[in-house]
């Protein structure tokens, strides 16, 4: 690999993301925007309609789509095993456990990785990111949330909530609308009426995805970098692709789709992380730091990674 190529990479893909992350960031700073507001609009209306969008234009079968979601959790699942792994090792107490291992197994699939994939490899590419952040999402309310509650004492009824929690997240119906659509041969984008308002709020996403990251690093209050935060950034960001790569290359998947399924296990860890950990009794401050830190971090390791996935690529 030609280090050379380390410039190129960070102007054609990193500066991109960091100079509309600052639009956020300094947004809110100067209005003091309402994050909650932008998170709402982010997960209830734009990513269930790129994800529609995006799945019905992709000529993918149902085969491939599944080895795809497979990949991207059994990362997820083994990055769990190995921060509980280090928590163990580090003598971590049952919240900063929780809070550890859901820094290094959940990342930022949405606002972070699909205007990454899509900078990186181009809007076909951002087909195969669909599945990830489809994984992601219902990964995060589901094992997150069984992970995050695991100490909780309200029975039953905590893992109901668990469930609800599932259910209440679009993108989860957005699947299964395109699914139904394609199944029934159903010829959606021939009526105008419905499917140019969807296709504008799937082109909206990616940069308002990356303003809403924005508003959130400058709503986050963050700790100190020590050993449990770094073994957490470590896995995250740099053992996740390694994880990723070795499963990649076992399901024997194409160069480009498995490049995309390795640059997005290395993305910064997801903010939902840091709300499981704050409802659940987790180390909230761990947990948002873990967001604030992998995210700066990750303009250097996505860099690196990208340079080393166009160098195997070639």
């Not at 159903?186 to 499917?195: A, E, K, R, Y």
């Not at 990251?213 to 770094?230: D, E, N």
Request: proline fraction near 4%; charged fraction near 10%; glycine fraction near 6%.
């Amino acid at each position: 690999m030609s280090f050379a190529l380390l410039p190129s990479i960070f102007l054609q893909v990193c500066l991109p993301l960091i100079m509309v992350v600052g639009v956020g960031f300094f947004m809110d700073r100067k209005f003091k925007l309402n994050l909650e507001s932008l998170v709402k609009l982010n997960l209830y209306v734009m990513v269930p309609s790129f994800i529609f969008a995006r799945l019905l234009d992709t000529p993918m079968a149902g085969h491939e789509a599944g080895r795809i979601m497979l990949a991207c959790f059994s990362t997820l699942m083994l990055c769990g095993v190995v921060s509980f792994a280090i928590g163990r090792v580090l003598h971590l107490n049952g919240a900063s456990q929780k809070a550890h291992a859901l820094a290094s197994m959940l990342g930022n699939c949405g606002n972070f990785g699909l205007p990454l994939v899509t900078l990186a490899f181009g809007k076909e590419a951002a087909a195969v990111q669909v599945y990830a952040l489809v994984t992601m999402n219902v990964s995060t309310f589901t094992v997150g949330l069984f992970l995050a509650n695991a100490d909780a004492r309200g029975g039953w009824r905590s893992h109901a909530k668990a469930l609800t929690a599932t259910l209440r997240q679009p993108a989860i119906y957005g699947v299964m609308a395109a699914v139904l659509c394609k199944s029934l041969d159903l010829p959606v984008q021939s009526i105008t009426w419905l499917w140019e308002p969807v296709k504008m709020l799937a082109d909206v996403l990616v940069g308002f995805a990356l303003v809403t990251l924005g508003v959130q690093l400058s709503q986050t209050k963050h700790a100190p970098l020590r050993a449990p935060l770094i073994s957490a950034l470590a896995v995250r960001l740099l053992i996740g692709p390694v994880i990723a790569f070795a499963l990649t290359q076992w399901m024997h998947f194409p160069k480009p789709m498995a490049a995309v399924i390795i640059l997005t296990a290395g993305s910064p860890t997801a903010v939902n992380s840091a709300l499981l950990a704050h409802e659940f009794g987790g180390d909230h401050r761990f947990a948002t730091s873990s967001v604030y830190y992998s995210t700066l971090l990750s303009m250097l390791t996505v860099t690196v990674n990208l340079a080393l996935l166009r160098w195997w690529m070639a």
